[in-house]
């Protein structure tokens, strides 16, 4: 998708992080924007802040692990917008759990799994049906992480998992449009590539009631921000190198417009430990753990 301009773009979890950068480099490229999220603070700040620049774009309340909810964002953008042409299944939060993982509450898998794996594919189920009867070019784009898509980091087990299964699920999707000939292009999107400065530390704040935990507040691990990951890295003498989200959006668009599947950055030492990882399981090899937390 080389031109952006007067294109609908539907971003969940569009009000703050990855989403909200998207939201604004589309929309500086003409894009009409549909912000959907579940934080209320966050989607009142975007609501603002895209107006100032004078984009395009409908603010709503949207609850990926609700298809209803979906539905209903999804017939706002064709009634107020006129339609759907590039969706990003953004929407995704940290359970923030630590420790041994036989010990981790029910309501910590639950909610990351209904939120990050279901999510996705609720949208897929919503949307994707909706591209693909416009008969339009059309983009479908997932925001995963590299921790589970191709590298395992023991320290978060529940959103390591969930994203694993996120990027089974992409690459399942692509596989089936390619052989369909469908219209709609499919695209994995990896934040980095480093530690993304987002509120995912921080996913408490829209945790719902049916999911907290008595007498927990915040994340068990105490990281409830970037900036107390680089405090405790520096604690051990770690120097946390960090990415902006506005970054991320910038070489996520670059990769659409050459309708590229990877929309992936990464360093030296990301590409070497990848090649690990394929040269362990090549090798049978057993499996060390670079740092446990």
Same mark, same amino acid.
């Not at 309340?61 to 209903?72: G, I």
């Not at 829209?206 to 994340?219: I, W, Y």
């Not at 520096?234 to 910038?250: M, N, R, S, Y």
């Given at each position: 998708?080389?031109?952006?301009?007067?294109?609908?773009? =539907?971003?969940?979890?569009?009000?703050?992080? %990855?989403?909200?950068?998207?939201?604004?480099?589309?929309?500086?490229?003409?894009?009409?924007?549909? %912000?959907?999220?579940?934080?209320?603070?966050?989607?009142?700040?975007?609501?603002?802040?895209?107006?100032?620049?004078? !984009?395009?774009?409908?603010?709503?309340?949207?609850?990926?692990?609700?298809?209803?909810?979906?539905?209903?964002?999804?017939?706002?953008?064709?009634?107020?917008?006129? &339609?759907?042409? =590039? @969706?990003?299944?953004?929407?995704?939060?940290?359970?923030?759990?630590? &420790?041994?993982?036989?010990?981790?509450?029910?309501?910590?898998?639950? *909610?990351?799994?209904?939120?990050?794996? *279901?999510?996705?594919?609720?949208?897929?189920?919503?949307?994707?049906?909706?591209?693909?009867?416009?008969?339009?070019?059309?983009?479908?784009?997932?925001?995963?992480?590299?921790?589970?898509?191709?590298? !395992?980091?023991?320290?978060?087990?529940?959103?390591?998992?969930?994203?694993?299964?996120?990027?089974?699920?992409?690459?399942?999707?692509?596989?089936? %449009?390619?052989?369909?000939?469908?219209?709609?292009? %499919?695209?994995? =999107?990896?934040?980095?590539?480093?530690?993304?400065?987002?509120? =995912?530390?921080?996913?408490?704040?829209?945790?719902?009631?049916?999911?907290?935990?008595?007498?927990?507040?915040?994340?068990?691990?105490? !990281?409830?921000? @970037?900036?107390?990951?680089?405090?405790?890295?520096?604690?051990?003498? !770690?120097?946390?190198?960090?990415?902006?989200?506005?970054?991320?959006?910038?070489?996520?668009?670059?990769?659409?417009?050459?309708?590229?599947?990877?929309?992936?950055?990464?360093?030296?030492?990301?590409?070497?430990?990848?090649?690990?990882?394929?040269?362990?399981?090549?090798?049978?090899?057993?499996?060390?753990?670079?740092?446990?937390?």
């Amino acid at each position: 998708m080389q031109e952006f301009k007067d294109k609908v773009a =539907l971003i969940t979890g569009g009000a703050s992080g %990855v989403g909200r950068s998207l939201a604004f480099a589309l929309g500086r490229r003409g894009a009409k924007i549909v %912000v959907g999220d579940v934080d209320k603070t966050a989607m009142e700040q975007v609501s603002i802040d895209l107006a100032a620049e004078h !984009i395009e774009a409908v603010v709503a309340h949207c609850d990926v692990t609700s298809a209803d909810s979906l539905r209903a964002v999804a017939d706002k953008a064709a009634d107020v917008l006129g &339609g759907l042409d =590039l @969706v990003f299944a953004n929407a995704g939060i940290g359970a923030g759990e630590q &420790g041994a993982m036989w010990e981790y509450s029910e309501k910590d898998w639950q *909610w990351c799994f209904n939120v990050n794996i *279901w999510g996705v594919i609720n949208s897929i189920r919503v949307f994707m049906p909706r591209l693909l009867a416009s008969g339009k070019e059309a983009h479908f784009v997932v925001t995963g992480s590299g921790n589970g898509a191709y590298s !395992i980091l023991p320290d978060a087990p529940i959103y390591t998992t969930s994203k694993a299964a996120v990027h089974a699920i992409t690459e399942n999707l692509h596989y089936q %449009v390619q052989a369909g000939n469908l219209p709609v292009k %499919v695209s994995a =999107l990896f934040p980095g590539p480093h530690v993304v400065d987002t509120g =995912l530390f921080n996913s408490g704040r829209v945790r719902p009631e049916a999911l907290k935990k008595e007498g927990v507040e915040g994340n068990e691990s105490g !990281i409830n921000s @970037v900036d107390d990951m680089k405090r405790m890295c520096e604690e051990f003498g !770690i120097e946390l190198k960090t990415t902006h989200p506005d970054e991320v959006a910038e070489m996520a668009l670059k990769g659409l417009e050459k309708d590229a599947f990877w929309l992936l950055e990464t360093t030296p030492e990301t590409d070497a430990k990848i090649r690990a990882r394929a040269d362990m399981i090549l090798k049978r090899e057993t499996p060390v753990p670079a740092m446990v937390g």
